[in-house]
């Protein structure tokens, strides 16, 4: 897994800057996060296309673009519940929480799916 860390947005972020972090990233996903590393949200490349259709300001603030109700796992979860969530959603990627909430980690249906090499 690429490192997740280098996709983290704070809420008040521009537009701007969260496309930059997403070509930089090659994961087509940015995490927004409190400072404290809570969710806030996801903004995906679609989201992004929404954004541009809509003519939204490349100035504008990613919270008001980004999903505010992202679907997440947690630490806990087994990988197949992970891949069940993410399949019944067609998602390619699930951030994943610890107990209260603070993002820890994310995976992706590639990295879950690819056979374990020895």
């Not at 296309?49 to 630490?75: D, G, Q, W, Y």
């Not at 067609?90 to 879950?112: A, C, K, R, V, W």
Request: overall charge positive; some cysteine.
């Amino acid at each position: 897994m690429k490192k997740w860390t280098e996709i983290l947005l704070k809420s008040s972020d521009e537009l701007e800057d969260a496309i930059q972090v997403l070509n930089r990233s090659g994961m087509r996903i940015a995490l927004i996060v409190y400072s404290n590393k809570k969710l806030l949200g996801t903004l995906t490349d679609g989201d992004i296309r929404k954004a541009l259709i809509k003519h939204t300001s490349m100035k504008c603030p990613v919270e008001k673009v980004m999903n505010s109700s992202p679907i997440t796992s947690l630490f806990s979860d087994s990988p197949e519940l992970i891949i069940s969530k993410m399949n019944s959603k067609g998602l390619l990627h699930m951030p994943i929480l610890d107990e209260s909430g603070i993002l820890i980690g994310l995976e992706t249906l590639q990295n879950l799916i690819s056979e374990k090499k020895h």
